[in-house]
């Protein structure tokens, strides 16, 4: 298989089409737009949909439509737009359907920067809109990553009837690097005997929605939702930790930050300083035992968080370690991007505070 | 060995272009390669750059802040980015379009009229080949003849023609970096 | 011998609704189940309901349902009808729903011409959540958040939705009815059927505006409420067809 360059955006929506996703809804927002400009030129030739939304509220609900009559169906936005889509989305948790969502974060708060960011994290990760909800969140670190999970996202989305996130920030969507598309075929058709799509043969008719009415039903509803997170977190947790073994220092950080960090570690290593990497690649669930484990080395003598926010993910490092060591936390926001000489004098820091 | 480098300039000075061509001759030379725009407002008339990234490591931050190499078509991408070069580090300038170009004493320096020899070859679009050609040759990042064989499956049929200006124009680039 | 001489509908299904006597929703759901039946369509049908009274359509139309955030049916039925453009499609919106929370999903549907029918019932008040004053409330009539009645100076005018989306091009038919007597009755049910068919034919985005009553929130009986409907309703929202793109060629 021969490798291609790719821009981030493009790869991602040319994934969606080999996964088979046919139907795609969106709404201009810098910067993803390669996403919309790309579906809307091949997701027809693939036999697919492609609607420009009159906002992302609708472009979600758009995505709610095609899911509950059983097609695979996504939407793509930034920040803003994404905060636009929690309604739809929680509705999505609330009827039991799936749907994938990508969000390229940039700096915020409110319209911010069109530059890259993090600070989403919280949004996708605590609860997707209003409700006792989640979503599986995916981040990938780069353009091979993002569009093998957009493949698995896909998946996972049917598998567990849920919503699924991609998150990634404005310096995936735009950035070009080589790839290799390994899967050909799009993913097996799954059997959605739920789906609104005509009744069945004996009149029997499929009513998706998110109500019920009375209070006893929903709170089963809920505990449902609880058992099948319970399981998505036992069985489809992710990460890649690289350079654990006896380092001394861990910096834990996902996305577009993981491969800066990566660089920083790098550079440590020739001045003899053992820093690895723990990269979670779902952010939820957060893989709280690997981290844990890795943490409890000995030769460990703290984890250094490093992001694109103030402090987001920070909370469930904190939360996975439980206080048994330090966990320092550098991070920038509102757009600014980490850099790698920046990370690695923080290191250096924290390293030679300790040993005083 | 990783080379980090910077390209700038205006709008429409082919900028972007400039980067997209060298990471794909890296590609097929077996490098890892990352490329990474500048976007946004600026893209619509300001200046534009891009940060490449060219080694035979895993990539790890694709963005450049401390190029070892910079391309800078204007004055300005000059100005912004000649202090954020590395040491021993290479800067080649568009010199038909800065005035008066200077540069630091502790980096090497090629001064480029891409416009004076895009103009005596006809046509001032191939003035990014020409500073392209330059950068070949002081640097021998990526082969000639990979970005010559690339021309050939960029310009065919009617277009056909253009591969032998734009080859002129690489050559043409390189006698300044010699 | 016994003989059958009325039944319920086959595109109801055998279950009470909740809603309040008087109100017109139990008339105009019969009404769509009878022409869905009729035309051999409950097998294909899929539709939208809203957030308002009408939340639990799907529990008593027999086809397939599916329940909308408040205002964005249109956008659902987008997603539906682009995706499965054998189905029949239609959504059932209120007025809260549809003229002001989805005011924008109603217009760029109607815009693209969306193919899915759309059945918006406008009895100038919100229903469920206690007759609060709705886009389409009628100047001087009283609401709990309008208590002294609707003020131009304060609250603006009513809106006309039919008239409004009839300007889009992608509108191909539209209707404003009632079911306040047995005659707007059976006009209604033709505007339905004939919604459906060129819904099925594809010339573009087809709305029927339904004037209904809600005794409860008016403060009225059920006889009254047809009254005012007829008499005060009808003066603001005059019924009959307001844009048939198919007309002149029906007319050859």
Redesign the interface.
């Known amino acids: 298989m021969q490798?291609e360059?790719w821009k981030g955006n493009e790869a991602i929506a040319e994934a969606a089409i080999r996964a088979g996703c046919?139907?795609y809804?969106g709404y201009p927002i810098?910067?993803q737009n390669e996403i919309p400009e790309y579906m809307s030129k091949h997701m027809p030739k693939a036999g697919g949909?492609f609607?420009q939304?009159?906002?992302e509220?609708?472009?979600i609900?758009?995505?709610?439509?095609?899911?509950?009559?059983g097609?695979r169906?996504m939407t793509s936005s930034s920040s803003p737009g994404i905060s636009l889509k929690q309604?739809?989305i929680s509705?999505l948790v609330g009827?039991n359907l799936p749907a994938v969502i990508v969000n390229m974060m940039r700096g915020g708060p409110g319209l911010g920067t069109?530059?890259p960011g993090q600070a989403d994290y919280f949004q996708a990760t605590r609860s997707p809109g209003h409700g006792d909800g989640h979503m599986i969140v995916l981040a990938p670190s780069g353009i091979q990553e993002a569009a093998d999970l957009i493949r698995d996202a896909f998946e996972l989305a049917d598998k567990y009837l849920t919503p699924v996130m991609l998150l990634a920030d404005?310096?995936i969507g735009?950035?070009?690097?080589?790839i290799i598309w390994k899967e050909t075929s799009p993913l097996p058709e799954v059997d959605k005997p739920w789906a609104?799509?005509?009744?069945d043969g004996d009149?029997k008719?499929?009513?998706?929605?998110?109500?019920r009415l009375e209070s006893d039903v929903n709170e089963r509803f809920v505990l449902s939702l609880k058992d099948r997170y319970a399981k998505i977190a036992r069985d489809e947790v992710r990460y890649k930790s690289i350079g654990c073994e006896n380092a001394d220092l861990v910096i834990a950080a996902f996305g577009t930050t993981a491969?800066?960090?990566?660089?920083?570690a790098?550079k440590l290593d020739e001045e003899g300083l053992k820093v690895g990497l723990f990269r979670p690649i779902t952010l939820w669930p957060f893989p709280y035992d690997a981290l844990a484990e890795i943490a409890a080395r000995d030769s460990v003598k703290a984890v250094l968080t490093v992001e694109m926010n103030l402090g987001q993910m920070h909370e469930d490092v904190r939360l996975a370690i439980c206080g048994s060591k330090p966990t320092p936390f550098y991070g920038r926001t509102g757009g600014m991007?980490p850099?790698?000489?920046h990370i690695a004098d923080k290191v250096r820091d924290i390293l030679r505070e300790m040993e005083l | 060995m990783t080379r980090e480098m910077i390209i700038a300039g205006f709008g429409g000075q082919g900028v972007m272009a400039m980067g997209k061509t060298l990471i794909e001759a890296g590609l097929k030379e077996g490098y890892n390669v990352s490329w990474v725009p500048s976007y946004g407002p600026e893209m619509r008339g300001g200046t534009a750059n891009c940060s490449v990234v060219i080694s035979d490591e895993p990539i790890g931050s694709p963005v450049v802040t401390q190029p070892t190499e910079l391309i800078a078509m204007n004055g300005p991408s000059l100005s912004r980015f000649e202090p954020l070069v590395e040491p021993g580090g290479l800067i080649l300038v568009n010199s038909s379009q800065v005035e008066n170009p200077s540069c630091r004493h502790d980096v090497r320096c090629y001064l480029v009229p891409c416009m004076e020899e895009a103009g005596k070859l006809g046509n001032f679009r191939v003035a990014n080949m020409v500073m392209l050609g330059a950068y070949i040759k002081a640097t021998g990042a990526v082969r000639m003849d990979t970005i010559k064989e690339m021309l050939g499956a960029i310009f065919y049929g009617p277009k056909a023609h253009l591969v032998a200006l734009n080859i002129r124009a690489l050559e043409a680039g390189a006698k300044y970096a010699e | 011998m016994t003989q059958i001489v009325y039944e319920r509908s086959a595109g109801l299904q055998d279950v009470d609704t909740h809603y309040c006597p008087g109100c017109h929703h139990g008339i105009i759901h019969k009404l769509i189940a009878e022409v869905l039946a009729e035309m051999d369509l409950l097998d294909i049908a899929i539709g939208i309901s809203p957030v308002g009274c009408a939340v639990l359509a799907g529990n008593y139309l027999n086809c397939d349902f599916v329940e909308a955030a408040h205002g964005r049916a249109p956008a659902v039925a987008t997603g539906i009808k682009r995706t499965r453009p054998d189905k029949l499609v239609f959504t059932y919106q209120g007025d809260g729903d549809l003229a002001s929370i989805g005011a924008a999903e109603i217009v760029h549907a109607t815009a693209r011409g969306e193919k899915f029918s759309t059945i918006f019932i406008n009895n100038a008040i919100y229903g469920m959540t206690g007759g609060q004053m709705a886009p389409t409330t009628l100047i001087g009539q009283k609401a709990t958040t309008a208590q002294d009645g609707r003020d131009p100076i304060l609250h603006g005018n009513p809106i006309r939705m039919a008239e409004m989306l009839s300007t889009l091009e992608g509108m191909a038919y539209c209707e404003r009815v009632c079911v306040a007597d047995i005659p707007s009755l059976m006009k209604a049910r033709k505007a339905i059927k004939k919604a459906f068919t060129l819904q099925m034919k594809g010339v573009g985005h087809t709305f029927i505006e339904f004037l209904s009553t809600c005794p409860t929130n008016w403060g009225m009986s059920p006889v009254d409420a047809g009254k005012w409907l007829k008499s005060t309703m009808c003066a603001y929202y005059p019924l009959g067809v307001i844009k048939d793109t198919t007309a002149k060629e029906a007319e050859k």
Do not use: C, W
């Open positions: 490798k360059l046919r139907a809804f810098t910067p949909v609607v939304a009159e906002s509220i609708a472009a609900n758009m995505v709610y439509g095609a899911s509950a009559t097609v169906a309604e739809g509705y009827a069109i530059q404005g310096m735009q950035m070009m690097e080589p609104a799509d005509g009744r009149g008719t499929h009513f998706v929605s998110s109500l491969r800066i960090a990566q660089s920083a790098r991007v850099e790698p000489r």
